[in-house]
């Protein structure tokens, strides 16, 4: 007799009867668990809920191909609404209840600083492939737990110091956010401006808790730069760039990577970020013949909500996922977390199709690409 496969529905409906008549319906094949906490409520929830989906948007497609080694990824996502005591909190049920392979796509340097001073990715072997964060303090000296595969904020700052060299840009302005995260894009920069011939002549800071701009550009607009470097994220970004072209400040404006252009564009209006510079860590996503972007638009297409737009922290945390599962595939039939890290750091020199990951038990910083685009007049990013 030729018999039918249950469908999913079927198989919970069953699956209900057998548990009623103390009996159980046989196990497939056990889940490989992928934690991810990341912010889906708050100030950053814009960019966390891109992270997530853009890791999601792999392992969808993985699991339709059949899995890692016969067995699915079971992604599961929390929201720490970028809260630290909340993270570290759920990081530490999601490893003891769930023992996951590893852990992706965590948000923000200070999250990522207080992870390690609590010990729980080394306590229990735990491996965090694509952290969205380029601080290099949690690169120097590297930590074995984390797998970056973003350059770092002194690559992308130094990269802008060398492009205002080659345009005759000399004086320059640096707004930055008082944290682990502007502290050190702000140290990048110092480092790369005396590099470069590059004279600041006014810095600028703001608290993210309570971001009050109006110092920061009062302070910058009276120094009359010819370009402003922001360390900054969307909001804080938006409101300073709006209040610095009320003042009457014509500085060419910079930002890194880790802010969201189209929110931006939303916050500040299109007429204070027109002509933006922004420093990218992943190539450009929204069109390409690399096999890597071409995936990412398949993928995109056939398990993201409709009309959902493309954004560049969507298209990290989806080369990280597929970074994430080249290691998993090396790991073996039910990797463990350890299993897994071992995977990571052996991973060698990779090439997704257009972007290269390159690990070793003495490297963990992936990649060092970095790249500029520009917001358009019609508010799009353009290379």
Same mark, same amino acid.
Not at 286 to 295: A, E, H
Not at 341 to 353: C, F, P, S, V, Y
Not at 359 to 367: E, L, T, V
């Given at each position: ?111 990522? +600083? *207080? $992870?390690? #001073?609590?010990?729980? =990715? ?6 965090? !492939? ?5 601080? @290099? ?124 252009? +189209? *929110? $931006?564009? #939303?916050?500040?209006? =299109? ?6 510079? !922004? ?5 450009? @996503? ?98």
């Amino acid at each position: 007799m030729n018999m039918q496969p249950f469908s999913r529905g079927a198989r919970r409906t069953l699956a209900t009867l057998l548990t009623l008549a103390g009996l159980a319906l046989p196990v497939s094949a056990a889940d490989i668990v992928v934690g991810q906490i990341t912010p889906l409520t708050g100030v950053l929830a814009s960019i966390g809920k891109d992270l997530a989906l853009g890791a999601k948007l792999w392992f969808e497609h993985i699991n339709s191909q059949g899995g890692i080694n016969g067995e699915k990824i079971r992604h599961i996502v929390l929201n720490d609404t970028f809260n630290v005591a909340e993270t570290l909190k759920q990081t530490e049920q999601l490893i003891e209840k769930e023992k996951p392979a590893a852990l992706i796509g965590y948000l923000g340097s200070v999250t990522l +600083a *207080e $992870l390690i #001073k609590n010990g729980v =990715l080394e306590r229990t072997s735990t491996p965090l !492939i694509a952290p969205y964060s380029g601080s @290099p303090s949690l690169r120097t000296p590297p930590y074995p737990w984390y797998f970056h595969i973003r350059a770092s904020y002194a690559e992308e700052t130094a990269y802008i110091a060398d492009h205002l060299a080659t345009l005759g840009i000399r004086k320059v302005a640096v707004l930055y956010q008082d944290d682990a995260f502007g502290q050190s894009g702000l140290a990048g920069f110092e480092t790369a401006a005396a590099k470069y011939g590059g004279e600041i002549v006014a810095r600028g800071s703001y608290q993210l808790a309570k971001p009050d701009l109006g110092p920061a550009v009062a302070i910058i607009a009276a120094a009359r730069p010819q370009a402003v470097i922001m360390i900054a994220n969307t909001r804080p970004a938006a409101a300073f760039a709006k209040a610095y072209r009320q003042a009457s400040g014509d500085g060419i404006l910079f930002n890194v990577s880790v802010i969201d252009p +189209a *929110e $931006l564009v #939303k916050l500040a209006g =299109l007429d204070s970020v027109r002509g933006m510079g !922004i420093t990218q860590v992943v190539p450009y @996503p929204f069109s390409g013949v690399s096999r890597l972007v071409k995936d990412f638009h398949r993928d995109l297409k056939k398990f993201a909500p409709p009309d959902t737009a493309i954004t560049y922290a969507m298209f990290e945390e989806y080369i990280g996922a597929r970074v994430l599962t080249e290691a998993l595939k090396n790991a073996g039939k039910n990797p463990t977390s350890a299993k897994t890290a071992q995977a990571l750091q052996n991973l060698g020199r990779i090439d997704l199709g257009g972007f290269i990951i390159d690990y070793s038990p003495n490297n963990r910083n992936g990649s060092h690409f970095v790249d500029i685009t520009v917001i358009g007049p019609e508010g799009r990013l353009l290379r």
